[in-house]
């Protein structure tokens, strides 16, 4: 059992080549394989007897059927740190696989193909032992034609969960076992080919491609659409060519072939340079709109489909996602080739992470340690020969978080040299000394602008192209402040965008459910911090997908004086494949629609053009254009909409008031003022238009996000806010108003609020004036406004500001001013964590109401926010899970005047300044009445 514990890279497969398919004959092996865990002597003998042993699909990750749990750390090795060794209670897992050769199965040469085996395989075919392999989420191949029979042929493949190379394997990750790609039988024709590069470069000053075949072999090239025939590989050939882009993924079918064999291959012409300090293809200058990409699957962890994989390319695409970061590994093949052809700018990173030594200050990291130095070398050299000739990949990435050394630094200039037609990067070389782009994770807005004014005393980093490999961390509600990182990109050209930290929540599905880390009982665990992604674990987005889609959208439409103006923010296209289409809105009803002529704008430049003509409105009213797609392209339906904005037309119109209509009554212990009644000795509000209610009364708190509880919740809990008392001063009639007096704080402290409430009648409402005074109460609040109960009946809202979804001071951009209903339910966001959502912003009124349609109004003066939801603040609190969230029989109604921003603290900067809640005197005024 040695080389479990050996820092090398394994030993007895084929030297790393590309990833391609050919007309050759294969096999899957992939499907229905003997299992079972724990070593077992001899089992890969040929004639042992396994009929005993379990079956498992192949790939699949054993804990996720019940061999063993999964485990999550984010930072931490889950077992001792004593590099090579893992400790002895290592489970195994031993697999085979019997299987036949087609009939016309040709003799001579075959390699047995492994996509990934994580994390350290022995493997036999027929009872010879192939070799070891390691590098968990990179192929190995081994040469097996001789050993083949034309039946009942075995394969033993032995799988050890802890290796030595699990110490280059801790990636912020579900750790999890077994063979979880595709494994296949390739016959290897003499005379085919072995290996190949296909260069495809483009000079945009001429709009010529120059395609190169680089291989051993005696290969001729076919492309029949660009007239190329049986040309010769080796040779240097332009032609003129449409250039590959994400914008723009033009694709070249053509074939590679000899007399043996004929490869299909999928041609993209496009040049990375760097220049001026900036990252260009093509000779543009990129803007990266990316996210980082785990490959996961909340029921088969890491072993995903080809279908899955196109759906998360497809969400990208709609929602204006133009890169990927493959976050901290190669992804599956397939994947590659999905953004090949759907068009992804892609950074392909090494399976590398070492981030576990960090804890320890790095001493014995093994990216200074020369024991390791063929281990990094062999996956890096793995990666790069892999997907070589993906035109999507245009940087490659030494790994993530192993701090830096010499095994470092050796595998960028391995990479350099053997590529240098991509550029390196790698964000742990902090003094760039050895990569070609400048990175950092999470730096704040105030950094990023340093770095765009180039004020970097390091001359080395100055120059380079930037990039936040990580940014916006999307772990519950949130992130906020992407606004302010998308307004610095576009400022400073040499600050080029970044990659979300990330795009799918890491949740394992479990009943009714998703789980995240100590959910199987893990001694060490790192929580739901695996739950930090834009969609959720089914894939479905969540508001941080929605907010960046309209953050980082390729055409914008705004204002400008009295037109409006459109702004082509792509990197390369035209709006030629866009319709612009306008809507009015009065008061959020539809009044008129049209098509806006917009003529065709360039990359990068804006034209302004006039208004449609409008009828004439009533009432607050909106004028909202969309940029949609005239005809369907290959990752959206015709009409799909890419950008859109919203105009003023016209403000609300000036009504006058109803007169004062009083007085306050007492009468047989009751407190009667217009349509409501309430409690003689409080003053709260007790019924409405003959609804019972509970309140309305001053509230703060709010269930803390991922990202309070990483920056505020902790002085907002020394600060009491969450257990507030209410103190009743007086309960007066003034004149025609009622005024409640109230002072609300918390047990123990001195600090509170001041709170008056003036109720007055206006016939068929009542008007509530909040005057809010901080008594000795420093800092900032969760949130500010009342929190009151009515009837879990009136389960269905409409409101007119905006939505339809969730927004916040810092993640707003999503939201557009209209007229929109959802159930109460349907108000809900869930976060597999739960926390602090649901908040609709800016609504001139509310109503909720019944089945019949009857219930209650809320009218801004002029506007508030408001959540509804069938539990308290502090049920959503406690709960961990959303099954913890019962519903109750009231629905509780918060109505604010404001809120605290979101920001991204559990990693990352905080809330800006400016989306701070700060306590100080407030007063806002709410009306309330019956909806019939």
């Not at 695996?530 to 390729?554: C, H, N």
Request: hydrophobic letters at 35%.
């Amino acid at each position: 059992m040695s080389y479990v514990e050996d820092p090398g890279p394994g030993y007895g497969s084929l030297p790393p080549r590309a990833a391609f398919a050919s007309d050759a004959a294969s096999l899957s092996l992939s499907g229905t394989w003997r299992f079972r865990l724990s070593p077992t002597a001899d089992f890969e003998r040929d004639g042992f007897d396994d009929s005993a042993w379990d079956e498992l699909p192949v790939p699949s990750m054993w804990q996720l059927h019940g061999y063993g749990k999964p485990a999550y750390t984010n930072v931490h090795y889950p077992f001792p740190v004593d590099p090579p060794h893992v400790p002895s209670d290592n489970p195994t897992g031993d697999h085979r696989r019997r299987f036949d050769l087609p009939a016309a199965w040709p003799a001579g040469p075959a390699v047995l193909r492994f996509d990934g085996i994580d994390s350290c395989a022995r493997i036999w075919l027929n009872g010879v032992e192939l070799g070891v392999t390691k590098g968990s989420r990179l192929p190995s191949e081994f040469e097996v034609g001789p050993l083949l029979r034309p039946r009942d042929n075995v394969l033993a493949v032995r799988v050890h969960q802890w290796s030595a190379g699990s110490y280059l394997e801790d990636q912020d990750m579900w750790w999890l076992s077994g063979i979880f790609r595709d494994v296949t039988l390739l016959a290897r024709p003499a005379g085919g080919i072995e290996d190949y590069w296909l260069r495809a470069d483009y000079d945009h000053t001429t709009g010529l491609g120059t395609v190169r075949v680089e291989t051993d072999a005696d290969v001729l090239l076919d492309i029949p659409e660009l007239g190329v025939s049986a040309h010769p590989a080796g040779l240097a050939l332009e032609v003129p060519v449409e250039p590959w882009s994400a914008e723009s993924p033009r694709l070249y079918d053509g074939t590679l072939s000899t007399m043996a064999e004929r490869v299909p291959v999928r041609i993209g012409f496009r040049t990375v340079t760097i220049d001026d300090g900036q990252l260009k293809v093509n000779g543009r200058r990129l803007l990266l709109r990316g996210v980082n990409r785990h490959e996961h699957h909340p029921r088969t962890g890491r072993a995903v489909p080809r279908d899955v994989a196109l759906a998360d390319v497809l969400l990208m695409k709609r929602h204006n996602v133009n890169a990927v970061r493959t976050s901290h590994y190669p992804p599956d093949p397939a994947f590659l080739e999905l953004c090949d052809e759907y068009g992804l700018w892609v950074i392909d990173e090494c399976d590398l992470e070492t981030h576990g030594f960090g804890p320890l200050e790095w001493r014995g990291n093994p990216s200074a340690e020369p024991t390791w130095a063929d281990a990094y070398l062999d996956r890096m050299r793995r990666t790069v020969e892999r997907d070589k000739n993906r035109p999507s990949v245009i940087l490659w990435s030494l790994g993530n978080e192993s701090h830096t050394g010499p095994n470092l630094k050796r595998m960028a200039e391995w990479t350099r040299h053997r590529d240098p037609t991509r550029p390196v990067h790698y964000e742990g070389d902090h003094e760039c000394s050895y990569v070609d782009v400048h990175s950092r994770m999470y730096a704040t807005h105030a950094e990023v602008e340093s770095i765009g004014l180039r004020s970097d005393p390091n001359e080395r980093r100055r120059d380079l192209p930037f990039l936040l490999c990580e940014y916006g961390h999307a772990m519950g509600n949130g992130p906020g402040g992407l606004l302010e990182y998308r307004e610095l990109f576009e400022r400073y050209p040499n600050c080029q965008g970044g990659f979300v930290w990330e795009w799918l929540d890491h949740g394992l599905a479990a009943g009714d459910h998703f789980a995240y880390g100590g959910d199987f009982g893990e001694p060490i665990h790192d929580g739901n911090f695996v739950i930090d992604g834009l969609v959720f674990p089914d894939r479905t987005p969540s508001p941080g997908l929605v907010e960046y889609a309209k953050i980082i959208e390729p055409v914008r439409i705004e204002a400008d004086a009295d037109a409006i103006r459109v702004s082509n923010h792509y990197d390369v296209v035209s709006t030629a494949h866009l319709t612009f289409t306008w809507v009015l809105e009065d008061e959020g009803i539809a009044v008129a629609e049209g098509v806006l002529d917009v003529p065709t704008v360039q990359s990068g430049q804006s034209v302004s053009v006039p208004f449609p003509r409008l009828p004439a409105t009533g009432g607050e009213s909106w004028l909202t254009v969309s940029a949609s797609l005239t005809s369907p392209s290959s990752w959206a339906p015709g009409g799909h909409v890419v950008g859109w904005g919203q105009l003023p037309v016209s403000p609300a119109r000036v009504t006058e008031r109803p007169a004062r209509r009083g007085p306050v009554f007492r009468t047989a212990g009751r407190l009667l003022l217009g349509i409501g009644e309430f409690e003689p000795a409080t003053g709260r509000l007790t019924t409405l238009g003959g609804h019972p209610v509970q309140g309305p009364r001053l509230d703060v708190w709010r269930a803390t996000t991922d990202n309070d509880r990483a920056e505020s919740a902790e002085g907002w809990r020394e600060a009491g806010l969450y257990r507030l008392q209410h103190r009743v001063i007086t309960v007066d009639a003034d004149g025609d108003d009622l005024v409640v007096r109230t002072r609300v704080a918390p047990p123990a402290l001195a600090s509170g609020l001041l709170a008056d409430y003036t109720w007055t009648s206006l016939g068929d409402r009542l008007q509530l004036r909040v005057e809010i005074t901080p008594d000795g109460l420093e800092g900032t609040l969760p949130r500010l406004g009342l929190t009151m109960a009515v009837p879990g009946a009136l389960g269905t809202a409409e409101w007119f500001g905006a939505g339809p979804g969730e927004a916040y001071p810092d993640s707003r951009q999503a939201a557009r001013i209209g007229r929109f209903s959802r159930s109460v339910d349907g108000l809900q966001t869930p976060y597999v964590f739960p926390q602090e959502n649901g908040n609709r912003a800016d609504a001139r009124w509310l109503r909720l109401t019944d089945a019949e349609g009857t219930g209650l109004h809320v009218e801004g003066d002029p506007v508030f926010d408001f959540t509804a939801r069938r539990w308290t603040s502090a049920d959503l609190e406690a709960a961990r899970h959303t099954p913890d969230l019962v519903a109750g029989e009231l629905v509780h109604l918060t109505l604010d005047v404001a809120q605290h921003g979101l920001g991204s603290a559990s990693c990352g900067p905080g809330v800006l300044p400016r989306y701070r809640l700060v306590a100080q005197k407030t007063e806002f005024t709410l009306r309330f009445g019956v909806a019939n």
